[in-house]
């Protein structure tokens, strides 16, 4: 299965580790977690594991006889990284913070709902409800997997919530509690829950009264007598009555709406459709003229019910309107006079000094007061290299600490910061004003004009031509069989499907409404980091520099072909040997600044090099250590001059230098420098036949020339933009009359991705933190981009076609009903032929437009599955 | 014809009690995740004898 690079570990964004496609498996691995793990330090019996974490869980979980757990899939657990330490959770104990968290409490049983990303496989889902065993102050815990969510009830007497989570912790199952988690504890399962119960009541009654209009149709009145005729027609009215008033009741309600604001939507004739269809019903039954046409009207609610559903299939587990408080912790280490204590952030004030670790967010805007601080602004304002910051300097929220421990003085409020201000302008609040004028409300405008001018003019010609009875009946005939069943369906049933098929190759829609602005988009724009390029595997290449052959030929030219994108050298760097390299990746494993982190990535491990000793890490220099006994320096050019070794010019190439210099000698220079996604060259020439493209990066201009030539002249091209610069641009592009697509990803594109007609948001994990939009797309689908418009494209050409065939039923179904000669068996055979074929045209003819479209095909299953066990 | 009356009388409620029926799933939440029965009835349970209830303290705990 062609999966996205997942692997479910636990903080993923402050973990240095090299990223695996795939989780593998085989000897050397570890049996609990499987990563690979050398030596055989943590062994009991005849397994290894890779880390004391993983070997403490084993033990608990087979003393507690849970050693099922890894019968139900190979290496099915999560390595446990970090302190899981009660301390760390010991804000949970706060009854005021308790208070929003917990689902329910009485006292003696509480009932929390944690947000788990780390589950992925069913054994973890078996772990997860077995936890009973593990304390016994734990009741029942129920797991939604789709929402990654583990419900646990627990005796609080016996328990603390905070050393539930520690528990959980412990384990592998860090919960994550964002600002966001907060007072959120009702689900808004209350409309979901309506639909399928309005869907339930109409088809209750359509299934009966079909049993119980049978007999009319087949004359059952010629030796039965008219008893069981007016039995009947009474029971028929009194099962279409919950159909008509419940079932159908946001109809009424939303044609009443379209009244009241004097626009015809679809669901106006809809209404009138209905009512027509009732009141004629209910008219030939208690006069007993006839059996009147309910069984149509409860199988045209039934249908669009059905349609209904169908479309309004949502992915519960993504969230597309998230803010910045779901990137926010609940809780940060606030030095006090009585020592550090971890704190809910609600709870923090102007002046309080925190403690920030490595891979921690800046809470609220401060200053640095100790420490040095490199901060990482890539969710703000999008540049990906972090900054220094030195004590005094003003650090902004949102900013991610990557070096050492730093403490910072608050000077904001969480909610007043430069981050939260951001999220207040307007743009970010702005709604579009959705659903109007799609599709279907264009034609039905046409359409129910059209069939109230048909129906006024059939029952004119019967009037002028002394038959008034008639006229009423073709009337209400009219109005009856052009109800626009056929209609209603075309869309929900093409959209509903691209949709799902869509999902099950991950790329996600917001609604089915979506795509009919992805077929309108003119201008495409397109972030740069973490869009175009991928974030974490920047490309590496070494540059040897030391003696006579400075460059080798092939190395020099492919750094000067930029989208080639010189490929990671999987353990053989030319110019170096292998015990530099291991030295080199000892190094730069010690750090995590990014371009050490790429350094050490792209390199073969080698864990059986020395250990560093008096390891030094300059922050915006360099490292240095000394490993067996070769001192390493690895810095910038700036640095390693000022400890005396001078550097030979580099060869002019896009990237950040890193100089490489053993025992005082300088080797060569690493470069780091962002990659293209592959086929993104494929992508950009794909879509530039149809759509202007453009490029805007919160980065500097360090790679524009590589940009320039991939975009080619018509592109625009923006480097050193901020949040409120993209939004400005997409703003003026519309302004102009175009809809523009916006692709991007991180907080920085946030309002440009909400003021663009299409926002795309670019995730390198479903279910990981993205900014709100409305179409969810993990990075490997990104170079699909094309494909997914042409499906879209297709999509709304179906839903015309399906419009086509449903206007030939209505003029079939109309001319019989302005002659006056419709019976409720024609009604009856038209309605539900009308309604199947539609459905089966739209769903048959999206499958095969889907299957043409490129997109790559998932095996079918449970699409929240793609990122399970292997 | 008599009989066909009473065959009306008895589908018909038997229809409203599959309703009934229905209408009591929708409520308590059987149709809120499809997902997760899935996955659950993969791990059959090896003690069943065990039933997670905060009141039968479990005597392998180990927190």
């Known amino acids: ?870 | 014809m008599s009989v066909i009356i009473l065959l009306i009388a008895v589908s018909l409620t038997l229809a409203l009690g599959f309703l009934a029926a229905f209408v009591w799933a929708v409520r308590h939440g059987q149709y809120e995740d499809t997902c997760t029965p899935a996955m659950r009835i993969l791990s059959d349970d090896q003690n069943p004898g065990k039933t997670p209830s905060p009141s039968q303290p479990s005597n392998q705990a180990k927190p």
Request: charge should be positive.
């Open chain 1, 1 to 870: 299965m062609a999966s996205i690079a997942v692997k479910p570990i636990i903080a993923a964004e402050a973990d240095a580790a090299p990223p695996s496609a795939a989780r593998p498996t085989g000897p050397g691995r570890c049996f609990h977690c499987g990563e690979p793990c050398v030596g055989t330090r943590f062994a009991r019996e005849d397994k290894r594991f890779c880390c004391q974490g993983c070997l403490t869980v084993h033990e608990l979980l087979k003393e507690s006889g849970l050693g099922q757990f890894y019968e139900l899939s190979q290496h099915p657990g999560v390595r446990v990284r970090g302190k899981a330490g009660r301390e760390k959770w010991a804000f949970l104990d706060d009854p005021v913070l308790q208070r929003e968290l917990l689902d329910f409490s009485d006292g003696g049983v509480n009932r929390v709902t944690f947000q788990i990303p780390s589950m992925h496989c069913v054994a973890c889902v078996w772990l997860l409800e077995n936890l009973f065993r593990l304390h016994p102050g734990i009741g029942e815990s129920r797991v939604n997997f789709p929402r990654r969510e583990v419900s646990v009830t627990y005796i609080p007497g016996r328990i603390a919530l905070g050393e539930l989570a520690a528990l959980l912790s412990s384990i592998g199952y860090e919960p994550r509690l964002s600002l966001e988690a907060l007072g959120k504890a009702a689900a808004p399962a209350s409309t979901h829950r309506k639909q399928w119960l309005q869907v339930g009541v109409a088809g209750f009654a359509f299934g009966n009264i079909m049993l119980l209009s049978v007999p009319a149709y087949l004359g059952l009145d010629s030796f039965s007598g008219p008893v069981f005729r007016t039995l009947f027609g009474w029971l028929n009215l009194a099962l279409a009555l919950p159909v008509l008033i419940y079932s159908a009741s946001d109809y009424w309600k939303s044609a009443w709406l379209a009244v009241r604001q004097r626009i015809v939507t679809l669901d106006v004739p809809i209404a009138l459709g209905l009512a027509a269809l009732y009141g004629q019903s209910a008219f030939e039954i208690l006069t007993g003229r006839g059996e009147g046409y309910l069984d149509s009207l409860s199988g045209l609610v039934f249908f669009l019910l059905c349609g209904r559903v169908f479309q309004q299939k949502t992915h519960e587990r993504i969230a597309f309107d998230r803010d910045y408080r779901s990137f926010f912790p609940l809780s940060v280490t606030r030095q006090a006079a009585a020592g550090e204590a971890v704190v809910p952030i609600s709870q923090l004030e102007v002046g309080d000094i925190l403690i920030l670790r490595q891979g921690e967010i800046i809470p609220a805007d401060a200053t640095l007061v100790r420490g040095a601080g490199q901060i990482d602004y890539s969710f703000v304002t999008g540049e990906s290299r972090p900054v220094s910051r030195e004590p005094g300097d003003h650090l902004y929220a949102g900013g991610r600490q990557i070096g050492a421990t730093i403490e910072i003085q608050i000077v904001k409020p969480v909610s007043q910061s430069y981050l939260a201000s951001l999220w207040a302008h307007e743009a970010f609040r702005k709604h579009r004003s959705e659903s109007l004028d799609t599709l279907t409300n264009r034609y039905s405008r046409r359409f129910t004009w059209l069939v109230i001018a048909i129906a006024l003019a059939a029952a004119g010609y019967w009037l002028t031509e002394g038959n008034p009875a008639r006229g009423i009946k073709a009337f209400a005939s009219v109005l009856i069989v052009a109800c626009p069943c056929a209609l209603a369906l075309a869309a929900p049933f093409t959209f509903g499907t691209a949709q799902r098929l869509l999902a099950r190759a991950q790329v996600f829609l917001k609604n089915a409404l979506v795509l009919e602005r992805l077929a309108r988009v003119r201008t495409i724009v397109f972030d740069k980091t973490g869009t175009l390029t991928t974030p974490r595997s920047e490309a590496v290449s070494f540059h040897p520099l030391a003696d006579e052959d400075s460059v080798p030929p092939d190395r020099s030219a492919r750094a000067a072909d930029p989208t080639a994108g010189a490929q990671n050298f999987a353990g053989s760097p030319s110019g170096l040997t292998a015990g530099q390299q291991a030295m080199v990746w000892r190094l730069c494993r010690q750090s995590t600044h990014p371009v050490s982190v790429q350094i050490a990535e792209s390199l073969a491990p080698a864990p059986a090099a020395a250990p560093v000793r008096d390891y030094r890490e300059i922050p915006g220099a360099g490292l240095c250590g000394t490993i067996g006994n070769h001192r390493v320096h690895l810095g910038s050019r700036q640095w390693l001059e000022g400890l005396g070794m001078p550097v030979p010019p580099l060869p002019a190439a896009a990237g950040t230098p890193a100089i490489l210099a053993i025992d005082g000698r300088v080797l060569g220079a690493f470069l780091v420098r962002g990659i293209l996604r592959p086929d993104t060259q494929r992508l950009i020439r794909d879509l530039s036949q149809r759509h202007d493209l453009a490029l805007l990066s919160g980065d500097s201009e360090r790679e524009r020339a590589q940009f320039e030539q991939l975009f080619g002249r018509a592109g625009h091209l923006r480097f050193h933009q901020s949040p409120l610069d993209k939004l400005g641009f997409i703003r003026r592009l519309q302004d102009g009359g175009q809809v523009v697509m916006m692709v991007g990803d991180g907080l920085n594109d946030a309002g440009a991705l909400k003021q663009s007609d299409v926002g795309v948001a670019v995730v390198e994990r479903i279910g990981a933190f993205s900014p709100a939009s409305d179409v969810i797309l993990p990075g490997s689908r990104v170079p699909h981009l094309g494909a997914i418009l042409r499906l879209a494209r297709q999509a709304t050409r179906i839903v015309r076609l399906s419009f086509g065939i449903s206007a030939l039923y209505n003029a079939v179904g109309i001319s019989i009903a302005a002659a006056g000669i419709l019976s409720p068996l024609i009604c009856a055979v038209l309605m539900p032929v009308s309604s199947v074929s539609v459905v089966l045209f739209a769903c048959g003819m999206t499958a095969w437009a889907a299957r043409r479209s490129g997109l790559p095909q998932l095996e079918r299953g449970p699409q929240n599955q793609d990122e399970s066990c292997p």
